[in-house]
C-alpha cells in the first residue's frame, strides 16, 4: 500500500474534557462511521482549536479510509470520503497517488481482504496499525484496468443497495397482504 499512497496518516482526538474542542465546523470522523459507503457528512465535528490542540489532521477527499481499531467487525473496514475531514487515531488514511492506483479500486480491494486484513491484528484487541496497512499487499493493474474493475464493482454495489433498500417496504407489504388473506380466510359466518 505504501508504494501507491502520497500520505498515510493516522487521526487524533482532542480531549474530550475540552467543550469548546467540540461542535465546531470541521468534519471529524470516528471508526464507527467507517462501514463500507463513501461518507459525505461526519455525525461529530470539532473546532479549529481543537484541531490544533490534537493529532487530528485534514484528510483531502477521496481518500480510502480504513478503521484499525474498533469493537466487534469495525476493525478492517474501509470508505471513502467524499468531503475533506479529520478522523481519530483509530483510522489509517490513505491518499492514493492517482499516478499509481485509482482510489476507488483500492477501495474495493480493501473490502475484499476484510478478513485477511482483521487476522493480521496485533495485540490484545488484535488492533492493525499504520505499519500493517502500509505494508498490506496490493496487486496493481494498468490504470485502465483498476478504474474498469472498480467501476463494475460500483455498479453491483449500488444495485445491491438498491434492492436491500426496497426489500423492508416489499417485506412489510408482503406482511400486510398476508394479514389481509389471513383474516379473510379465517373469518367465517356464524352458523345459525
Given at each position: 500500500?505504501?508504494?501507491?499512497?502520497?500520505?498515510v496518516?493516522?487521526?487524533?482526538?482532542?480531549?474530550?474534557?475540552?467543550?469548546e474542542?467540540?461542535?465546531?465546523?470541521?468534519?471529524?470522523?470516528r471508526?464507527?462511521?467507517?462501514d463500507y459507503a463513501?461518507i459525505c457528512?461526519t455525525?461529530?465535528?470539532?473546532?479549529?482549536?481543537g484541531?490544533?490542540?490534537?493529532s487530528a489532521?485534514?484528510?483531502s477527499?477521496?481518500?480510502?479510509?480504513?478503521a484499525?481499531?474498533?469493537a466487534?467487525?469495525?476493525?478492517?473496514?474501509?470508505?471513502?470520503?467524499?468531503i475533506?475531514?479529520?478522523?481519530?487515531?483509530?483510522c489509517?488514511?490513505?491518499?492514493?497517488?492517482?499516478?499509481?492506483?485509482?482510489?476507488?479500486?483500492?477501495?474495493?480491494?480493501l473490502?475484499?481482504?476484510y478478513?485477511?486484513?482483521?487476522?493480521r491484528?496485533?495485540?490484545?484487541r488484535?488492533?492493525?496499525?499504520i505499519?500493517i496497512?502500509?505494508?498490506?499487499?496490493?496487486?496493481?493493474p494498468p490504470?485502465?484496468?483498476?478504474?474498469?474493475i472498480?467501476?463494475?464493482?460500483?455498479?453491483?454495489?449500488?444495485?445491491v443497495?438498491?434492492?436491500?433498500?426496497?426489500?423492508?417496504?416489499e417485506?412489510s407489504?408482503r406482511r400486510?397482504?398476508y394479514?389481509?388473506?389471513?383474516?379473510?380466510?379465517?373469518?367465517?359466518?356464524e352458523?345459525t
Amino acid at each position: 500500500m505504501n508504494d501507491i499512497c502520497l500520505n498515510v496518516s493516522s487521526g487524533g482526538t482532542p480531549l474530550s474534557t475540552r467543550a469548546e474542542y467540540y461542535g465546531g465546523d470541521i468534519p471529524w470522523l470516528r471508526t464507527q462511521e467507517v462501514d463500507y459507503a463513501d461518507i459525505c457528512s461526519t455525525s461529530a465535528s470539532i473546532t479549529e482549536e481543537g484541531l490544533r490542540n490534537s493529532s487530528a489532521k485534514w484528510v483531502s477527499e477521496n481518500s480510502v479510509i480504513v478503521a484499525i481499531s474498533g469493537a466487534g467487525v469495525t476493525r478492517g473496514r474501509a470508505a471513502v470520503n467524499k468531503i475533506p475531514l479529520t478522523t481519530n487515531q483509530h483510522c489509517c488514511n490513505l491518499e492514493i497517488d492517482p499516478e499509481q492506483a485509482y482510489f476507488r479500486y483500492v477501495y474495493h480491494w480493501l473490502v475484499n481482504q476484510y478478513e485477511d486484513l482483521r487476522s493480521r491484528g496485533q495485540g490484545n484487541r488484535s488492533d492493525l496499525n499504520i505499519g500493517i496497512i502500509k505494508s498490506y499487499p496490493i496487486p496493481v493493474p494498468p490504470r485502465d484496468e483498476q478504474i474498469r474493475i472498480a467501476n463494475i464493482l460500483d455498479k453491483f454495489d449500488a444495485l445491491v443497495n438498491e434492492i436491500s433498500g426496497g426489500l423492508p417496504a416489499e417485506i412489510s407489504a408482503r406482511r400486510q397482504q398476508y394479514a389481509h388473506y389471513r383474516d379473510r380466510l379465517l373469518t367465517f359466518k356464524e352458523a345459525t
